[in-house]
């Protein structure tokens, strides 16, 4: 290990190469500094690296151009880019998340007497990876193998609502929207207002968006080995009501923390 002049803790592993290349080796450190934050300053980049605040724009400008981080349009900050949540999720597929979350996915659903599905992000749609029935008569059926348009579902809101509105017009160029059912959003306006609603209330919800009769809540996972995943509870409309829903949030929450947690 050595320690940066931020006193951040830098891994290395096996001797120092022969013919270091500084800017390859910067590159890669902002990684670095960027698994351990959620979001990057060019100031603090400057002085984890050592250097100069245009050289350490430089290096995020490159970082940027290949993808590995993007700028949000808000705070200025840089944040995790396309390239790297395709890198991340390559991992996350040999990691198979399913595996370590099905023992939280069957805890959740005994407890709150729903099916619970674990759903990931591709492109505009989601894939649900695995599902858990509820073991009541009247229930929602497991969607595991699945794939639905992402505005549809609650899992793939709250997903979607991880993203930038920038990222968001990129994933739908056009205007009006394919729907499941006549509740589901028709526009990517009404889409822009509702993720900006799921981004300040920390979870989504489906109101009968996916198929009628059913309702769920879903919230995302935000670990940095776990991008693109949320847990989702599903129930059938006639037995949701408020308290159930701020039920059902407090322990999607928590069970969204706990796989958090394993995946750190």
Do not use: W
Not at 9 to 33: H, W
Not at 67 to 79: H, I, K, L, M
Not at 113 to 123: N, P, S, V, Y
Not at 191 to 201: D, N, S, T
């Amino acid at each position: 290990m050595s320690i940066s002049d931020d006193g951040q803790t830098l891994p290395f592993f096996g001797e120092v190469p022969q013919y270091p290349i500084e800017s390859v080796d910067n590159a890669l450190k902002v990684l670095l500094l960027l698994g351990q934050r959620r979001s990057l300053r060019i100031t603090e980049v400057s002085r984890y690296l050592g250097v100069a605040t245009s050289t350490a724009h430089r290096v995020l400008a490159m970082l940027q151009y290949r993808g590995f981080v993007r700028q949000d349009a808000a705070t200025r900050t840089y944040v995790p880019g396309p390239t790297l949540d395709r890198l991340a999720f390559g991992v996350l597929r040999r990691l198979d998340v399913r595996n370590l979350a099905r023992p939280i996915l069957e805890r959740l659903a005994m407890d709150v007497q729903e099916t619970i599905h674990l759903g990931r992000l591709e492109g505009s749609e989601v894939h649900f990876i695995d599902s858990v029935d509820s073991p009541r008569g009247l229930r929602v059926v497991g969607r595991v193998g699945q794939s639905l348009p992402a505005h549809c579902t609650s899992t793939g809101k709250a997903l979607l609502a991880e993203l930038s509105d920038e990222e968001i017009l990129q994933l739908y160029p056009e205007e009006r929207l394919p729907g499941l059912t006549r509740s589901s959003i028709a526009t990517r306006t009404d889409l822009l207002v509702e993720l900006e609603r799921i981004r300040k209330q920390g979870y989504a919800r489906n109101r009968e968006e996916a198929e009628e009769g059913v309702t769920s809540i879903a919230v995302a996972l935000h670990t940095a080995r776990s991008p693109r995943v949320a847990i989702n509870a599903a129930v059938p409309l006639s037995r949701m009501s408020d308290t159930i829903l701020e039920s059902l949030l407090g322990r999607l929450t928590a069970a969204a923390e706990e796989l958090d947690h394993l995946l750190l």
